[in-house]
T-cell receptor, first 115, second 113 residues
Framework: AQKVTQAQTEISVVEKEDVTLDCVYE???????LFWYKQPPSGELVFLIR??????QNEISGRYSWNFQKSTSSFNFTITASQVVDSAVYFC????????????FGKGTTLSVSS | EAGVTQFPSHSVIEKGQTVTLRCDPI?????LYWYRRVMGKEIKFLLH????????ESGMPNNRFLAERTGGTYSTLKVQPAELEDSGVYFC???????????FGQGTRLTVV
């Protein structure tokens, strides 16, 4: 069965600190997609990244970076030099490779960044 | 381009009443999904439409929930009669055909009292 675990329920940091959000997944599929979504206080889920299981190359987008390790079934998300606007709930998700399949979400990690 | 929009943003109803949630997907997106997050838990899949057809409704909790997507455009999710455990945030998402990237709406926060 597919499963996503985000062990960190809440994280609190001070501005400019780096923070890593952990995500561990389980799947029997050989091809799959991994996602990160951000849910700011306004409520909507904002897409951050999608990673194909065949692509283990790490990705950096501004202050955001993602570390995909198939050997440990992890897809961790790091925010460098955190800012107050990064405060949100972050969800990791998994789906089969076939387009149109449902996402399996983790429980989310609430990140609070204080000034 | 307008994103996925959901109505209402909040709804408070009494146990036993009926509530209808609406989702307008991004124009041209054939895939429409409903998800639900109960407080403190993971976001769970409810069902998936491809155009007007239900592709997968394995996540629907029981027959008090009815989803429709007439004409393959907007979708409604009706809860009748509502129970306390139905409280949560209901998300709608849409994606284009052949694309795994789903765009989510802001959610409808349903509170059943």
């Amino acid at each position: 069965a597919q499963k996503v675990t985000q062990a960190q329920t809440e994280i609190s940091v001070v501005e400019k600190e780096d923070v890593t959000l952990d995500c561990v997944y389980e799947t029997r599929d050989t091809t799959y997609y991994l996602f990160w979504y951000k849910q700011p206080p306004s409520g909507e889920l904002v897409f951050l990244i999608r990673r194909n299981s065949f692509d283990e190359q790490n990705e950096i987008s501004g202050r955001y970076s993602w570390n995909f390790q198939k050997s440990t079934s992890s897809f961790n998300f790091t925010i460098t030099a955190s800012q107050v606007v990064d405060s949100a709930v972050y969800f990791c998700a998994l789906s089969e490779a076939q387009a149109g399949t449902a996402l399996i979400f983790g429980k989310g990690t609430t990140l609070s960044v204080s000034s | 381009e307008a994103g996925v929009t959901q109505f209402p943003s909040h709804s408070v109803i009494e146990k036993g009443q009926t509530v209808t949630l609406r989702c307008d997907p991004i124009s041209g997106h054939d895939n429409l999904y409903w998800y639900r997050r109960v407080m403190g838990k993971e976001i769970k899949f409810l069902l998936h439409f491809v155009k007007e057809s239900k592709q997968d409704e394995s996540g629907m909790p029981n027959n008090r929930f009815l989803a429709e997507r007439t004409g393959g455009t907007y979708s409604t999710l009706k809860v009748q009669p509502a129970e306390l455990e139905d409280s949560g945030v209901y998300f709608c998402a849409s994606s284009s055909s052949g694309n795994t990237e789903a765009f989510f709406g802001q959610g409808t926060r349903l509170t059943v009292v």
